[in-house]
Structure formats: structure tokens, C-alpha cells
């Protein structure tokens, strides 16, 4: 999707593309870009995430296109997309969307799948300004993904080699409240659960747009969850591990 697609997607929508501009973060020292990270970790460890009622549960819901599977065997990071959630409201004001610089020409089928061009991806900011401005519109939310290892383990491989500091964010699976609802449904796919929830996704294998799907299921499942009973995600951490194992 080239920015004049995606500048119309924001029109649509009234919202913000937090972090195409370089911001305080990238211009300041290295030592203050430290200093930061330094003072978020400090402030994920005394988050107490699981007793926060679900409707005022603060998470940021991202998605990202990659190389492929294996960040350790050389996969790479090429677009992160991101959008603010509080509770079951999706916060379309504040949207997060940041190619990656990648210098080595992507095969056909990555553009066919992602629609991402080498041309752009060359003019694309480092992954380090795209790490420091993301951590910079997270900040201590949790994480939401859909196949959260995915996101997991390249967030993980990038943490270290890029900023070399150790990736410290909770990442929740979408399928955790699912599991809660429909433990029946065994759907991996986010076009099988986006089908399931008669969501519309404008434009999959991008990372805004995936995101922004994922979210639509994360809000659905938040408020089934508080209809359920459950105030927290301690309730539903509790409930998980109290069901029969498969």
C-alpha cells in the first residue's frame, strides 16, 4: 500500500499515524534513548496488568510483515503496524504504522503477499528508529497479537541485536480470551476468526490494516468475556487453568 492509500485509510477512519515523523526520541542522545528504555522496563515491572478491570485495560494491538518465520536464521522485520485499545474501545485516533529499511530485494511472493515494493522498503527509516519510536507509542500498554509468538519472537531477536536490551512487554494471544468464550472453536487463521466474528478486513498481509482486524476481534471477545463475569484478566488467566487440558 503505497501513503496516499494509506493517508486515505486515515481520512476514513479520523485518525493520526503516530511515528512517520521522527519525533524527541530518535533526535535525542544516546544516552537519553537509553535512559528511556532504562525507565520503561522499570515501570513494566510494577504494572499490575492482571487485576486492571478488563473495560479500562490499556493494550496496544500490532501486527507485523516479516521475511518469514525464523528471525534467528536471518528473517526480517519489514513494516509494524500498531493501534491504541482502552477496554473493548478501539482507539482509531491512534494508529501506528512504520516500514523497515531492507536493503536485499524481496522475492516475488513477499510483494505479492504484502504488497510491500523493494523501492520503498530501501527508503524505509533503520529498524532501530522503528523500534524507539514503536516502544515510544506503546510505552508500558500490554501487547496484543494475533500468533503472538510470531510478533514474540522477532520483537524478541530485534530487542537484543538492535537495542540490546531484553524485550520486557506482555504480549497476549488473541486466542487467550477466545479459549474463555468459544473453547470449541479450534480456528487458527485471522481470516478464519475475522469470519467468525463477520469482520471485514480491507486489505490483509498489511500490517496497519492486520492489526486493526485483530483489534476488532480483541474487542468483540472483551466485551463477551464482561458478559461472562470476568473482571479481569486474572478471572480469565484463573478460568484457563481450571479447564481440562486437550
Known amino acids: 500500500m503505497g501513503m496516499n492509500q494509506m493517508l486515505q485509510l486515515l481520512k476514513q477512519m479520523g485518525g493520526k ?16 534513548k537509553a535512559a528511556y528504555i532504562r525507565n520503561l522496563q522499570r515501570e513494566l515491572k510494577k504494572k499490575d496488568v492482571l487485576n486492571i478491570p478488563l473495560k479500562e485495560l490499556p493494550v496496544i494491538v ?9 528471525p534467528y536464521n536471518g528473517d526480517r522485520i519489514l513494516s509494524i503496524g500498531a493501534v491504541k485499545m482502552i477496554g473493548a474501545e478501539i482507539q ?19 510483494m505479492e503477499l504484502t504488497g510491500l515494493t523493494s523501492f520503498e522498503l530501501q ?12 516502544f515510544q507509542f506503546v510505552k508500558s500498554d500490554t ?5 503472538s509468538s510470531h510478533e514474540k519472537q522477532f520483537m524478541k531477536h530485534a530487542s537484543w541485536t538492535i537495542l540490546k536490551t531484553n524485550f520486557q512487554h506482555r504480549i497476549i494471544d488473541t486466542s487467550f480470551l477466545t479459549k474463555v468464550i468459544v473453547p470449541e472453536v479450534k480456528y487458527v487463521t485471522l481470516d478464519d476468526w475475522c469470519s467468525y466474528y463477520n469482520i471485514e478486513v480491507s486489505k490483509r498481509h498489511h500490517a496497519l ?20 463475569g470476568f473482571r479481569n484478566l486474572k478471572d480469565a488467566y ?9
Open 123 to 134: 527508503r524505509a527509516a533503520p529498524l532501530e528508529s522503528v523500534l524507539r519510536h514503536f
Open 62 to 70: 500490532f501486527d507485523m510483515e516479516t521475511t518469514g518465520f525464523y
Open 92 to 110: 482509531k485516533e491512534d494508529l501506528f504504522y512504520r516500514t523497515v529499511k531492507y536493503d536485499v530485494p524481496l522475492s516475488h511472493d513477499i
Open 143 to 147: 501487547l496484543v497479537a494475533h500468533h
Open 17 to 32: 499515524l503516530y511515528g512517520q515523523n521522527p519525533g524527541a526520541l530518535s533526535n535525542s542522545s544516546d544516552f537519553s
Open 209 to 228: 490494516y492486520d492489526a486493526l482486524a485483530t483489534a476488532r476481534i480483541w474487542s468483540i471477545c472483551i466485551q463477551r468475556v464482561e458478559q461472562m
Open 238 to 246: 484463573t478460568h484457563i487453568a481450571s479447564l481440562p487440558s486437550s
